[in-house]
């Protein structure tokens, strides 16, 4: 199981106040090293199936799918990918793993490849071509990347990262010029907003992206978290119910069935007017760009984006979902399947990949920070460091089969939703989390 020592602990967190620090689109061009790539003689006859989470944007799955047609024109190698509901990857992974056939190549959620490390192959050398070419890796990618030993067990390929996403004309109508910085602040607008008719909607369904990445920020930004370094579970503190009694009172500011909300959800409200503030990726600001539909496509200049407020604890506490590509040990084509994750994350093909979505998956890499992307509309740019400023789900503790059971297992949501809705006693829903923690972290 993979520890993240004080050490480590601290360098992602450096990397968390660094990047909120950094001057957003600093460079207009993806400069690459001239490094030579490992030599991968693929196999003869080589063939490869790709698994990968459904699109969430067009551009994502086109640009996904030209890639991988090309690289089937260039090697030979014929590629086939499939696409698996949000809700259902994750239990597809854990088929092919326990199983030990099914896809070559799966890019998996979060912390699942920490599940099976003696499964998947090392990808080490590949990890250290492409950090010397591409400016390294950012520190979300070095957490999730990074197996029990020290060396890479998967290649993170991006992350989507949850930002505030607001209704500039309502947020002035409410009489505020921008949102605020600070979770005290934010509930103040989200009040004046409900009482302008423009109520706030944050997801508290079982939503692998969304759900998570709300509620995760909510206890974090109190200073709360499911366990400490150590792996000790540690949710049953003041701070959590200092997070839940902040959250019950902003609940009452949502518009009515966020408890039942799913991914594609908040997104469907916004764009229908029905709320005005979400936490979600750029996707909201894509399908507004993209719509035939002029009503909705005149949002687009309406919408913006902010950071997620900062809560007591001080500093920022975002996180981001992240996919990564890993290989299965039963691969018959080992060196294709290595072959094949190099090529999609070489600047030909990723930066295309990249604009295509307006960085819907944001990079890994540090070089693409210079993807002309994030600089060419300024409503892109928050989305830019998300690898950099966010928070892996399994902080403050280590990655593995506990973290990533306690993440399929929606614990945190699960606490979140019952106490601020008043389905549970807040005391109640901290015992149980506490208690559900428990049978992974033993």
């Not at 902040?246 to 949502?254: R, V, W």
Request: overall charge negative.
């Amino acid at each position: 199981m993979m520890r993240m020592d004080r050490r480590s602990t601290l360098g992602l967190m450096a990397g968390v106040a660094g990047g909120a620090l950094l001057g957003r689109g600093a460079s207009a061009e993806v400069v690459a090293a001239d490094v030579p790539p490992p030599a991968y003689e693929i196999e003869s006859g080589a063939e490869l199936r790709v698994l990968r989470p459904s699109k969430f944007v067009a551009g994502d799955e086109t640009l996904f799918l030209e890639n991988s047609k090309k690289f089937t024109e260039q090697t030979g190698v014929a590629v086939r990918v499939d696409q698996e509901s949000w809700q259902d990857l994750r239990p597809k992974t854990a088929v092919a793993a326990n199983v030990g056939t099914g896809a070559d190549i799966i890019l998996a959620w979060n912390d699942d490849p920490h599940q099976y490390p003696e499964k998947i192959l090392d990808l080490t050398d590949l990890a250290d071509y492409l950090g010397k070419k591409y400016g390294g890796w950012a520190p979300l990618a070095q957490t999730m990347g990074k197996g029990p030993e020290g060396n890479w067990i998967c290649l993170p390929v991006g992350a989507s990262g949850g930002k505030m996403v607001y209704r500039q004309s309502w947020l002035k109508e409410a009489g505020f010029s921008e949102l605020p910085k600070d979770t005290a602040g934010f509930l103040e607008v989200a009040k004046a907003l409900q009482g302008t008719g423009h109520p706030v909607g944050f997801t508290l369904g079982q939503a692998e992206g969304d759900a998570n990445t709300f509620c995760h920020w909510l206890i974090w930004s109190h200073g709360a978290s499911l366990v400490d370094e150590n792996g000790k579970v540690t949710i049953d503190s003041p701070e959590t119910r200092a997070a839940l009694q902040y959250g019950a009172e902003l609940y009452k500011t949502f518009i009515p069935g966020t408890l039942s909300w799913l991914d594609p959800s908040n997104n469907k409200a916004f764009l229908a007017s029905q709320v005005s503030v979400v936490a979600n990726g750029i996707s909201v600001y894509y399908a507004a760009k993209t719509s035939t539909d002029a009503n909705v496509a005149a949002l687009a200049e309406d919408i913006q984006h902010a950071p997620m407020p900062i809560g007591p604890i001080g500093r920022p506490t975002e996180t981001a979902l992240t996919v990564s590509g890993m290989i299965f040990q039963h691969t018959k084509y080992p060196n294709a399947a290595k072959e094949y994750l190099r090529f999609m994350m070489e600047k030909e093909q990723y930066q295309p990949w990249q604009a295509a979505s307006i960085g819907y998956w944001a990079h890994s890499l540090n070089a693409y920070d210079g993807n002309p992307i994030w600089t060419e509309d300024p409503k892109h740019t928050p989305y830019q460091k998300i690898m950099t400023e966010s928070l892996p789900y399994g902080w403050k503790g280590p990655l593995g089969y506990a973290s990533a059971g306690a993440l399929a297992d929606y614990i945190v949501v699960t606490m979140v939703s019952s106490a601020v809705s008043g389905g549970a006693s807040i005391d109640d829903a901290i015992a149980e989390a506490a208690s559900r923690a428990g049978r992974y972290y033993r």
